[in-house]
């Protein structure tokens, strides 16, 4: 069995993959690094599939809390495992865009989910996660009815500010001038797509173009997305797990080279 | 080796305590310390009066004062000069040079009179237009203007011999620094990125003559060792600056090898040797109207590019890492530029934003060490 394992800044993610690359499972928990959840992630994951940690062969952490976390066999970052993620669900994908919880990643593929290049987003919370989590709370909804509340908007209120503090203080002006919340809602998501559009345009967007990460699963924001590149997106029947699923999958090589290596010497 | 341990140990922890390396180089050499700001000035008048030319390139003070007299989009450099300048840190300087290389240093040049009244700074006007007839007569004419000034602080004229031996000795420290950087880049696992910058801040802060010593020393005990491989990328850098230590930090972890480099800080201040004939004065001028591919000198044709591709061509690296320094407008404006012809070359690019006070690097460690998975993998 081979354990891929994905820190995020605002969630932890495990994947286990058998021998022959086939998902046993995968766990999700909305608490990220330093939170220690990552190991009640784990014993979740391992229990329901029925495995005990002493079958894992190989394991590879991934994610911002990568660096502290010390049971994993090796650590690389998110931007490759999201690459081998994507390919192993999606071998004809050439772009990828992957927003999370504090920070957002475009990244351009090459031939066998190889990467090519990739950008990410400067230390400002506007365009990621924590955005729509400040809309949420103004717009007093919870952050999974949000996508909802934008999908009933027969227009999108325009944000102009860049800034997620004052994005906030332009929401509450908007709301006190008689703008609706579901308009407000479907602005803030054309808002966060024009950001990540701006990002992927440095690089430039070939499809098929898969959308991975939390923000992946909020509908609104892929249709927000599309609409902005002009392009359709594909998502993953779990877009959090990609990237631990790549972290999987790149533990199973790492353990099959190494075993090549050993049977040859 | 151990002589090649011992100076590196000795340089690198002298360009990590700039304040102790200065009292201890005054104390040492009998000298009152000059303050330089960035990018370049005339430093052999500067050594040449018998003053201790030392670097001002920021620090991490807190930020208090300096809003009442600069703008918060001007570089951290100038941020932190202005901060300490305020406070009273630099009250120990003899004298001070601020020269005219961007909107910031000319903003704070007027600045600095009202704000740090008792420290009175000598203006070193920069040239715009080097290709011109009047070009060289320029820059001597600015050389004459800031050697005056000198003289007249310092309470006699500084001499023209003292000036001849002076450029002598900075062209002997230059060229032992274009060999060093060649040294480094030969062992790039005994001289990190980070032991790298470190050494060779040093200069900046201890007498020329004794620190050529010193390197060329060190240059002597890396050529008697032999060739070192690292596991990650070579590259070249180039920027305003790479620093602080914590970000270089991120490239030694990940087995970079810094092949070379492009940044103000360091190999641009050394790395054109000057023309053989005419007096002091005439080659220090033609240094000026010589360097190439400096986004602080104009060129119409643009050569950073070319000069980058080439870097990257005679070192054998992998990559060109960019560390744009935030607020620093020059060197934004030059990117698009370099950016497109390395892109036509092939020749990857890693592209940073940094300021020299980072409370966090961890988005610069996902940026460097995915750089490095992704060239790897290639």
Redesign the interface.
């Known amino acids: 069995m081979f354990l891929g394992i994905d820190i995020g800044s605002s969630s932890s993610k495990a994947v286990l993959l058998d021998k022959g690359g086939a998902i046993l499972g995968r766990e999700v928990v909305n608490l990220g690094t330093g939170s220690g959840a990552i190991d009640d992630v784990i014993d979740v994951l391992l229990e329901k599939a029925g495995v005990d940690r002493g079958d894992i062969l190989y394991s590879v952490v991934t994610g ?1 809390g990568r ?1 502290g976390y010390e049971k994993a066999d090796t650590q ?5 495992c999201h690459a081998k993620g994507v390919y192993h669900d999606f071998p004809e994908a050439r772009s990828i865009i992957d927003i999370g919880g504090q ?1 957002a990643k475009v990244i351009r593929l ?1 031939d066998g989910g ?7 987003n ?2 400002c919370a506007a365009g990621t996660g924590r955005f729509f989590e400040v809309m949420a709370r103004v717009l007093n909804c919870s952050l999974d009815d949000l996508s909802g509340l934008a999908a009933e908007a027969e227009y999108a209120v325009a944000i102009s500010s860049t800034c997620t503090v004052f994005a906030e203080s332009e929401v509450i002006s908007q709301l006190s001038a008689g703008a609706s919340p579901a308009s407000v809602a479907w602005g803030a998501h054309k808002s966060v797509a024009k950001r990540i559009a701006g990002l992927s345009g440095r690089l430039g967007l070939i499809p098929e173009i898969v959308m991975t990460g939390g923000v992946a699963l909020n509908q609104s924001m892929v249709r927000a997305m599309e609409e902005e590149i002009e392009t359709s997106i594909l998502v993953p029947e779990s877009p959090q797990t990609v990237g631990a699923l790549g972290a999987a999958v790149y533990a199973k090589e790492k353990y099959e080279s190494a075993s090549r290596d050993q049977s040859l010497q | 080796m151990s002589q090649a341990i011992e100076l590196i140990r000795e340089l690198s922890d002298a360009g990590a305590s700039p304040k102790a390396t200065i009292a201890k180089s005054m104390k040492e050499t009998g000298k009152e310390a000059f303050g330089c700001f960035p990018i370049y000035v005339p430093e052999e008048i500067i050594y040449a009066a018998g003053y201790l030319p030392v670097g001002l390139w920021g620090g991490h003070p807190d930020i208090k004062r300096v809003d009442r007299y600069i703008q918060s989009f001007c570089c951290s450099i100038m941020r932190s000069n202005m901060e300490m300048g305020i406070r009273g840190d630099y009250d120990f300087l003899a004298g001070l040079v601020i020269p005219t290389y961007c909107d910031s240093m000319k903003a704070i040049l007027a600045n600095w009179w009202v704000a740090v009244p008792n420290a009175k700074p000598i203006p070193f006007s920069v040239i715009q237009n080097r290709a011109s007839k009047g070009s060289l007569d320029f820059v001597l004419a600015q050389l004459a203007t800031f050697r005056k000034a000198v003289g007249e602080l310092r309470g006699e004229p500084v001499s023209d011999q003292a000036i001849e031996d002076a450029f002598a000795l900075y062209e002997d420290y230059r060229a032992a620094m274009r060999a060093f950087t060649k040294a480094a880049a030969r062992v790039p696992a005994t001289i990190t990125p980070t032991l790298r910058h470190l050494i060779i801040k040093a200069a900046y802060y201890i007498d020329k003559k004794v620190y050529t010593e010193k390197i060329k020393a060190l240059n002597e005990a890396l050529a008697a060792m032999p060739e070192e491989r690292t596991e990650g990328p070579k590259v070249i850098v180039t920027g305003l600056l790479a620093e602080p230590e914590s970000f270089l930090d991120l490239f030694t972890e990940n087995g970079y090898a810094f092949m070379g480099d492009d940044l103000a800080q360091e190999s641009r201040q050394f790395r054109t040797e000057a023309r053989k004939e005419g007096t002091a004065l005439e080659r220090m001028a033609y240094r000026v109207l010589d360097q190439r591919g400096d986004t602080f000198y104009y060129e119409d044709d643009k050569s950073r590019g070319t000069m980058l591709k080439n870097m990257v061509k005679e070192t054998g690296s992998d990559a060109v890492v960019v560390c744009m320094y935030k607020f620093c407008d020059p060197e934004e404006f030059d990117y698009p530029v370099y950016k497109k012809e390395l892109d036509e070359a092939g020749i ?1 690019i890693l ?1 940073l ?1 940094i300021e020299q006070k980072m409370d966090s690097v ?2 610069l ?3 460097i ?2 750089f490095a ?2 060239l790897s ?2």
């Open positions: 911002y660096i690389i970052t998110e931007i490759g920070d090459g190889r990467v090519d290049n990739f950008v990410m400067e230390k | 990857p592209y934003e961890e988005s460690r996902t940026r060490q995915s998975e992704m993998l290639s």
